[in-house]
């Protein structure tokens, strides 16, 4: 079985550019999430979709970060325009309802 | 916000010995609570729940649950140099799927 897939694996901007994120989560998982890891952190989510529809993105900084899951399967997460705190690794999970979640290798984000 | 406290550590082991990981909720209407084991610069994959108080044992590993003191722990026994790592400890959000996670706990094993 195939793991949850990211792209890309690092990426490094400056600050005021933005940057987009790619997630394809594990086949049949309905549910998905993205965290942001900083160094030394443990993740915080910023999103989570339950097929197409988000469940909780009360911590997801809307003015700069946006996140869509149009068909239900594959996701990608913006950010725009990006700032220096915005360096962290995001993970993307994804799981069969409430059971284990599975992460993706993570994308390594340095902004400059 | 269900809060998850973790001491940082370092946390350092002489090969075979046990090693105690330790957490501390927030929310005492949490019902269930997970570790995942985080090697540096990989992410985190899960080794243990627990959702009962009590243990709950696999191989090496076992966590213990104690929903009176909002105390969860992770014993590892006969520890490796392979188990250095961050252990994180993890509760259901709000939502009841996503996690909160506490900031981990490094462990080093030492030959």
Redesign the interface.
Known sequence: EAGVAQSPRYKIIEKRQSVAFWCNPISGHA?L?WYQQIL??????LI?F?NNGV??D?QLPKDRFSAERLKGVDSTLKIQPAKLEDSAVY?CAS?W??E??Y????TRLLVL | QKEVEQNSGPLSVPEGAIASLNCTYSDRGSQSFFWYRQYSGKSPELIMSIYSNGDKEDGRFTAQLNKASQYVSLLIRDSQPSDSATYLCAVPGNSGYALNFGKGTSLLVTP
């Open positions: 549910t999430y030394g952190q443990g993740p915080k989510l989570q339950q469940v909780d009360s993970l799981s309802g409430q284990t979640q992460f993706g290798p993570g």
